[in-house]
């Protein structure tokens, strides 16, 4: 995915910083605004992970940081849950203004509990996601328990979150505890996804049993089995963000078929990398792919290699082009399997190459035709292979240019 640094304001006119995660060839079909957890940021990883899941399926993320926290301006002791619901209005207005209106919205934890509440009055939203969300605000007083009669007393006290320090005030308290949920949630008006970790210590799970019947249909609930409050697991948030992409599909499904229908036959192929070592994202002509190196050279080994890559293109373009010429030839093809192997040998090695010096690259490829299939028809095919449009050009003189844009 590629981001961008973004920034709105917020009801009191203050920055709020985001991050603007788009697809990698820029053509986003919907767009989506993520809210992090109490005292978190939009930099934490398991909102990343899941952010990079929903651009691989063309729907552009919004992260942002609340008003007084990361790189946000204001003070976080003046806001409350009432501001979160705010900053998140003010998000979907900048995406309205500036791109498009949100199509769904995430929360995480509290922010959750915020996006449930903001759902109502973004007409645009047709879903909303909690992740390990309280049912009720209030919940987060369990952070500083033994601090709220020190608030009380005086108006404001020092509390510790998660080891980070804060200064909070009686506002943020009358707040949180005049906030009842059951109606807001009941009357949300969009599809709701209730992703929760049956492990979760800080927010349980029957948070989330008390939101889904609150809720009225189309509903889900999905159990993130130990994936914990934060997701720290690379893989829990990345199954997380898997689950709430093939989600929002379903509800999105008018402006993916759109996106579809305004690709050309001409689009190129866009291949993005950021700083997570080579992993790599793809997009060809609407279809997300990804590219990585095995962890012997220190890859993640979430992708096949670009050599795979450009093998299995010949792969299917062989299968596409046999399937082709049967068709129009009426023939009783059944089923065609291609295997393909690549590697380098010693151009001494290889008697029919007439460069002796260094290494070449070794093609192999094997080809199994399924049917009742004359010996001349399979003879065939096996010549058609090598006409293949891909083989034609690896075989070809090939000139690639590159500039900078």
Known sequence: MRSKKVSFNNRAGE???????????????SYAIIAHCFTCTKNIKAIHYISRALTQRHIAVLRFD???????????????FSSNVEDLLCAARYLDDEHQAPGILIGHSLGGTAALV?????????????????YEPHHVLHHFKKEQAEIEANGEAEVVVGGQRYRMKQQFLDDVLGIKMRKPIKQLGCALLVLHASNDDTVTMDNAGKIFEAALHPKSFVSLDDA?????????ACYAGGLIASWAEKYLA????????????????????GRERYYTEIDAHGHGLVADEPESVGGGALGPTPYELLT??????????LRMYADRKKWPLDEVDVQIRHRKIHGKDCAECEDKTGKIDLIEREIELVGELSDEQRQRLLAIADKCPVHKTLHAEVKVTSRLI
Not at 66 to 80: Q, R, V
Not at 118 to 134: D, F, L, R
Not at 312 to 321: D, E, K, Q, S, V
Request: proline share 3%.
């Open 15 to 29: 920055r709020i910083a985001a991050l603007l995660d788009m697809p990698v060839d820029n053509r986003p079909s």
């Open 66 to 80: 609340f008003t007084g926290l990361g790189e946000s301006e204001g003070d976080f002791a003046e806001s409350n």
């Open 118 to 134: 903001a759902a109502s009055q973004i007409h645009s939203v047709k879903g909303v996601v909690t992740i390990g969300s309280p």
């Open 228 to 236: 914990g409050h934060l997701l720290a697991n690379k893989k829990d």
């Open 254 to 273: 008018t402006e993916q078929s759109l996106n579809s229908a305004s690709l050309s036959d001409e689009a190129v192929v866009s291949a993005s990398i």
């Open 312 to 321: 299995a293109a010949l792969g299917a373009c062989t299968a596409i082009t």
